[in-house]
């Protein structure tokens, strides 16, 4: 069977394989039709890339070296990437904090055989040509060439796909991550603080030994009280005086080696009160300490004078585990955080959770050496409230008159499960239970049995008679604990909630403000709590920290940095302002209008919030119209159908029946309907994504929303904003970089580029079997590089992988089909511009550092393939960049007095990027802050280049992602990450609004404007994936919404 492909004009092909003796059909530049010639062009450079004369002219070369003299029409020259050079296979080294893979360390150190095109590389060795290749070398001609084609079997062309498949070999260490190409020069120079401390590396002899404690037990803390005993016991005579730290699992570590090779010891324990209502007991645990390896400092400090690739993690982790020894002891330890309720004040955050203060604590390999990442953080806690008061908290009513309903029953079970409780009746024996149920009786039906002959006793007779204690509250059910088997019984009035449990299930949307409030501080307040907070831990006095040599400096790091300056910004000409220059990060659209303006003859209105009267939504339709006119858009001051009011719950209904209203109005002059603008209630729970879902997916519109509020405070700043998102909705552009317009940004505005975005998002916490959501968006315009269409796939729980961006599937007519994310942005960049993208920019988001290597290993490989599907030996030049935002590194003025050095938030200006001391040793990576500060301390981007073919340097890639921040579509401000990986964001989102209702939580996202596009090829409504079942895939998008930003 023959592989199919669909249209793909400039691609090589014009819609199926080619005949014999074809040149394709389809409307692509620099071929004919049936039978028609094949324009190509020898290569002069670049890694054999074929290329095709388009009508508009030639298109460059990629730059690097001559690939081999022979051509494979199945697909990517003979599994080659890069600049021509062959894959190995062989393992990746370590990374530290979490298994990442090797370090670039400069020339010296990349694989020869899989250097990046750092620099031009020589010409690699010659290939013996396969079967079925053509002869390109220079003598060819373009006839001979064009001949050799028509003697092609249909069998070479069908098997592309599977051949691609086999051309790119997936091997670990086929990627180097590149070397930073020097420091950016770009920008006026100024002095920050890091919340970096210097860590002084100890000049200690370091040793590994293997724990094994039996029985054996799953509990770290049981782990920690084990060890911390036997220490206690045998320090001074077995351990040699050592004081060893402990990772509470298999590995214990010592500054010097212990006096034996392998030792048992017998600790004697009063057991853990674990939660299951056992009488505590003494418990004797054997442990064996036996030798394991030593780890070796010098390699650390070679890698950190970079000279060496490999981050040694194994050091790494010894001198993590050593300074998080004493925090653990003091501390609540979660994560890489700690927290106590000593460390700030508590707030309650509602329904019975309060928030505690903490702090974050990380080591780090910089090029300042080891630096300690300090932070301040809070999370939510259980309070240690007695059951029935938190119960009326969760509630929220008075539940000490009546029995509870079925739905609140539900609610305190979920609420309630695996918490640990501790008994109130028994005196100070305040004995622990884990919390596994809720009974389904209420407390006074609930009886058992006392003897094998039958009798049973009331739980209400049962607590009277043994402990003298009258049940108040016989109406409600009894917290259950122990097993299903054997069930104990425990009304909601003795139990109080065992204080220092870490609440992990998902937070509503008052008790998110709420802790956000509380983490929210000032840059000057921030700054001081950190460096409270390094003096509080007095690591001098650690005795963990003095035993193995570490110092720590009580000194924030000061680093240079540069502002860079803001792009100037290209408006229409007709406005009064043709131009425009953003001052700390930010502007307006007074005197200015979009320099696209797009197009809305048609719409209509539907008011969903009974509060808003008639005429009150009719006179913000009409301003709303006016400021869209007025800002450059072709904008009806009038809907073609009368306003009307819809009940929310009856949203589908009205929706497709004013959408049928206007579509009997519109067919007979052969125009579709543009806009729909909604007027939602400020709290409209599920009606946002409703609305959204039913607009994209069943009705092919592209819709408005507009909350209560808005409607009645309706500035001009609230209509401006609107103005913007409606035009890039119906296909319009904003602003664009002068720079782009002219031609001026280095490596995008030279030959066809596009820029990607992609992001994945996980379901929230409990939810275990909700698909993942991943979004990639790509650019339609060049040089402009503004518009971004998108694309979005459920994919399995918590993958990270994209699986989507590039797939092969089998059709029983069709054959072979290749498709995915990827290719199908590519074709929709070709057809928007006429060209073929002849360079790459991957801006991908979400990606942590253990992630690094696997990320890149997949979707680089996966872009590999799109590319070369579409045509033989197609293979752009590719820049990968993980953007992330989940990191704790902060930026601080270096005087918070300077006016000329902080924004009104006292946040460090916009622009401001950092490239040494606190970024690493020898990769390619920065600190970009490219947003102004509104509330809190700013939080700078990471940027960090995994794969670059196209020679950034560091001015040229910081300076291009800091210009596209000011490009983001929906407000007049520079946004604090690269638009592109903003809009996968939103785009990721807004299809949650697409699946089934039990696997979307819309409710809770619902007063937020999401945003996201799924693939064209996907045919059904998506379901809750099932444990270990296939994810359905995403309902269609209709066609004239998906190529617009209707996500914004």
């Not at 050079?85 to 990442?100: F, K, L, M």
């Not at 939810?767 to 790509?778: H, L, Q």
Request: charged share 20%; proline share 6%.
């Amino acid at each position: 069977m023959g592989s199919w492909r669909p249209k793909l004009p400039g691609f090589g092909e014009g819609s199926q394989a080619a005949e014999p003796g074809g040149g394709g059909r389809g409307p692509g530049r620099g071929f004919r039709g049936r039978g028609g010639s094949y324009h190509q062009k020898l290569p002069q450079g670049g890694r054999g890339t074929g290329y095709y004369q388009h009508g508009q002219g030639s298109m460059s070369q990629p730059r690097g070296a001559i690939m081999s003299q022979r051509w494979q029409p199945a697909g990517p020259a003979a599994g080659y990437m890069g600049q021509g050079q062959a894959y190995r296979e062989v393992q990746p080294p370590h990374y530290y904090g979490g298994g990442r893979g090797g370090r670039g360390a400069g020339p010296s150190t990349i694989a020869p055989e899989l250097r990046q095109a750092m620099e031009t590389s020589h010409e690699p060795d010659n290939i013996s040509p396969e079967a079925g290749s053509l002869d390109l070398s220079p003598r060819a001609s373009t006839v001979e060439v064009t001949d050799q084609l028509k003697d092609l079997s249909v069998q070479d062309e069908s098997s592309m796909c599977q051949d691609i498949v086999q051309a790119f070999p997936v091997s670990s260490n086929a990627y180097k991550f590149p070397h930073r190409p020097g420091s950016g020069s770009i920008g006026t120079r100024c002095l920050v603080k890091a919340n970096h401390f210097f860590a002084e590396l100890p000049d200690k002899d370091l040793h590994q030994y293997d724990v094994s404690i039996t029985p054996e037990v799953t509990s770290r803390i049981v782990n920690r009280s084990v060890m911390e005993e036997l220490v206690k016991l045998h320090k001074m005579s077995y351990l040699g005086g050592r004081l060893p730290a402990y990772d509470g699992r298999k590995s214990l570590y010592t500054a010097g080696p212990l006096p034996f090779i392998s030792k048992e010891f017998h600790i004697t324990l009063i057991e853990e009160d674990g939660g299951s209502g056992v009488e505590r007991r003494k418990k004797t645990y054997k442990v064996v300490i036996k030798f394991a390896a030593r780890a070796d400092l010098r390699r650390l400090e070679q890698f950190l004078a970079g000279r060496q690739a490999e981050a040694p993690q194994e050091a790494l982790q010894v001198l993590d585990i050593v300074l998080r020894e004493l925090p653990t002891t003091r501390y609540a330890p979660f994560g890489r955080s700690f927290f106590s309720p000593d460390l700030g004040r508590r707030r309650s955050l509602g329904e019975g959770i309060e928030s505690w203060r903490g702090f974050y604590q990380s080591i780090r390999p910089t090029q300042m050496g080891l630096s300690l990442n300090i932070d301040m953080s809070a999370t939510a806690f259980f309070e240690p409230l007695p059951v029935i008061d938190f119960v009326q908290q969760l509630l929220n009513t008075n539940i000490h008159s009546r029995p509870l309903s079925d739905a609140e029953r539900v609610k305190i079970k979920k609420a309630l499960r695996g918490v640990k409780v501790e008994v109130t009746h028994r005196g100070n024996m305040r004995r622990k239970y884990r919390i596994a149920s809720l009974t389904s009786q209420a407390t006074r039906e609930l009886t058992f049995p006392v003897d094998h002959g039958g009798a049973v006793k009331s739980v209400v007779q049962y607590f009277q008679e043994t402990y003298g204690f009258t049940i108040q509250h016989t109406y409600l059910p009894c917290l259950q604990v122990g097993n299903q088997q054997h069930p104990n019984y425990l009304p909601m009035e003795v139990c109080k909630i065992v204080e220092g449990q870490r609440y992990s299930k998902r937070l509503n949307q008052s008790q998110i403000r709420a802790l956000l409030e509380e983490t929210c501080q000032r840059p000057l307040d921030r700054e001081r709590d950190i460096v409270q907070t390094v003096n509080h831990n007095s690591y001098h006095e650690d005795p963990y920290a003095k035993e193995f040599g570490i110092k720590i400096s009580e000194r924030l790091a000061s680093i240079e940095a540069r502002i860079l300056p803001a792009p100037r910004l290209k408006y229409n000409e007709t406005g009064r302002e043709k131009d425009c220059l953003p001052r700390v990060g930010q502007w307006n659209m007074m005197n200015k209008k979009m320099v696209n303006g797009g197009r809305v003859r048609s719409w209509i209105c539907v008011n969903f919030a009974r509060n808003v009267q008639e005429s009150v939504a009719i006179g913000f339709c009409r301003e709303l119209a006016r400021m869209c006119q007025a800002s450059g858009m072709d904008f009806a001051l009038e809907p073609i159908l009368p306003l009307i009011y819809a009940h929310p719950d009856k949203v589908e209904r009205a929706l497709k029946a004013r959408f049928h209203d206007a579509m009997n109005m519109l067919g007979p002059q052969r125009r579709e309907l543009d806009l729909l603008i909604g007027i939602l209630p400020d709290n409209n729970g599920s009606l946002y994504g409703d609305l959204k879902r039913i607009c994209e997916i069943d009705l092919g519109l592209v819709s408005q929303c507009c909350c209560a509020k808005q409607v009645f405070k309706m500035n001009k700043q609230i209509l401006a904003n609107l103005a913007l998102k409606i035009n890039v909705k119906v296909g319009g552009r904003n602003t664009v970089l002068a720079d782009a317009v002219s031609r001026r940004i280095p490596l995008v505005t030279d030959k066809p580029t596009i820029i990607f975005g992609a992001d994945v998002t996980h379901p929230h916490p409990g939810e275990d079997s909700s698909p993942s959501i991943a979004a990639v968006v790509a650019s339609q315009d060049w040089p402009e590089v503004t518009k971004y269409a998108g694309l979005v796939s459920a994919q399995s729980h918590r993958q990270e992988l994209i699986e989507d961006l590039y797939k092969v599937t089998h059709d029983p007519q069709k054959g072979t089909i290749c498709g995915g994310m990827i290719r199908e942005l590519l074709i929709s960049f070709k057809r928007s511009t006429g060209q073929k993208p002849q360079r790459i920019l991957f801006y991908r988001d979400g990606v942590s550092e253990g992630q690094f290597y696997q990320v890149l290993l997949h979707e680089l490989d996966a872009i590999r393939k799109a590319c070369a599907s579409l045509e033989a030996n197609y293979q752009p030049q590719v820049t990968f960049i993980v953007v992330q935002k989940r990191h704790h590194t902060r930026l601080f003025a270096h005087n918070h007095n300077d006016k000329n050095s902080v924004d009104t938030s006292g946040n460090i200006l916009p622009g401001t990027v950092v490239d040494s001391k606190i970024c690493h040793p020898t990769e390619f990576d920065f600190f970009l802050c490219s947003h102004a500060g509104i509330k809190g301390t700013s939080r700078p981007a990471h940027y960090h280049v995994l794969w670059d073919e196209n020679n950034f340097t560091a001015d040229a890639l910081q300076t291009l992602t800091n210009n596209l921040c000011y490009t983001y579509a929906r407000c007049t401000r520079s946004v604090s990450i690269v638009p592109p990986a903003y809009y996968a964001h939103l785009a990721a989102f807004r299809a949650r609004f697409y699946m089934e209702p039990d696997s979307s939580d819309s409710g809770s996202l619902a007063s937020g404007a999401r945003g996201g596009a799924p693939s064209s090829s996907s045919t059904s409504r998506s379901t809750r994936a099932t444990t270990g079942g296939a994810v359905r895939p995403l309902p269609a998008l209709k066609d004239s919404v998906k190529n617009v930003m209707f996500y914004c």
